[in-house]
Structure formats: C-alpha cells, structure tokens
C-alpha cells in the first residue's frame, strides 16, 4: 500500500479506505494521508483512525479534519485530540464540537481553547463547560465569552464565575449579566462587581440586586448606583 501514488491513493473508494487494515493505514506516508479526500477521511474505521499516531493527526489539513464525522471525532483518543492544531480546532463545526468528549475538552490547553472561536464556544454542552479549569476559563478572550448564551453563564460553576476577569465580566451583555445565578454574583470580589457595565447593572433583577452582600453595594461606582433603576433600589 505504500508503495501506491498519491493520485492513486486520492482515487480509493470509500469501500476501500473502510476495507484497509489499522497497519496498512498507519504504514501510509505523509504524503499519502495528505492525499486522502474529506470523504475517504470520513470513511475510516475507528480502529483505523485511532490507530494514527499523533503525529499523523497533526498534519491532518483542516479540509480533511472537517470531513471527519462527529462519531469519529467523539472515537478520537485523548492524546489524539491534544494533539490537534489551533489551526484545526477552529474549523470544527458545532456538531463536532458537541460530539468532543467532556474529558478531552477539559484536557485542551489554554492555546488550544484560545482558538475555539465564539460560535463554537456556544456550542459547548452543559457537561463540557462546567469541565473546564478556572484557568481555562480565566483565559477566555472577551470575544469568546461573549459568545456565552444566557443560560451558559447560568450553568457556569461558582468557582468558574469568579474565575472570570474583570474585562470579561465587563463585556457581558445585558442578557447575560442576567443568567448569572444568585449565589454566583454574591460571590464575585467588589473589584468584579465593580467591573460591570452600567448596561448589566441595570439589566439585573431585583433578586440578583437583593442578593449582593453590603460590600458589593458600596462598592459600585457613581454610574453604577446611577444605572439602577427604581425598582432595583
């Protein structure tokens, strides 16, 4: 099988690529992978696929790592999924994103994570969110944590909530300043609190605003205080 072309390897059916053996695709040569289409790609078995080293997932170019289908990315080994680029990760697509398992997710470096883009952070399901380190969402770009929905901010632990900088808690919007929980806000340090736009000042409920501890209140700023609205105070 190495000894094939690339042209004649790009030519493979699918019925072949599924009928080679873990040995004969991992005996394929860089240039060989590289040659495989998105649909030969998705046509390896998860034993074929799993059998790659990591190094062979590495060069993977993004067209063929978005060929992959979410069952093969969800077989992917954990080394195999740390092994993967920026330049891979960012063109996963929602559906593969989903289909990451929660482990692997958690196991991605801050870089890794930093190239997931807000779309895709949107995509992140309850499990796999709340599995990320306070350092992997204290790295979070303003951009990415603006792509939060509302009920992801909820869903967000204590401890991730307050591992959230200032600049990133000042970026929430209106309708995610919202989500936060009750228990959660109260728990942010007054500089945090401090650090929230007059726009999430006023979008708080009055419960959200009730439960903030003295310190939290005093320390708003003059626009804060100015922001809220009549029925907050």
Known sequence: ???LSTTSVAALTATQIKGLADTQVTGLSTAQLGALTATQVASL???????LSTTNVALLTTTQVKGLTATQIGDLTATQVQSLADTQLAVLTNTQ???LETTDLANLTTTQLGALSATQVAALETA???ALTTTSIAALSTTQVGGLTATQVGNLLDTQVTALSTTNLAALTATQAKGLEVTDLALLTTTQVN???TTSVAALT????KGLADTQVTGLSTAQLGALTATQV
Not at 45 to 51: I, V
Not at 206 to 209: E, K, L, P, R
């Open 1 to 3: 099988v190495n000894s």
């Open 45 to 51: 078995e998860t034993t074929d696929l799993q059998a």
């Open 97 to 99: 994103i989903k289909a």
């Open 128 to 130: 796999d969110l709340q």
């Open 195 to 197: 650090s929230l736009s």
């Open 206 to 209: 009055a419960t959200q605003i």
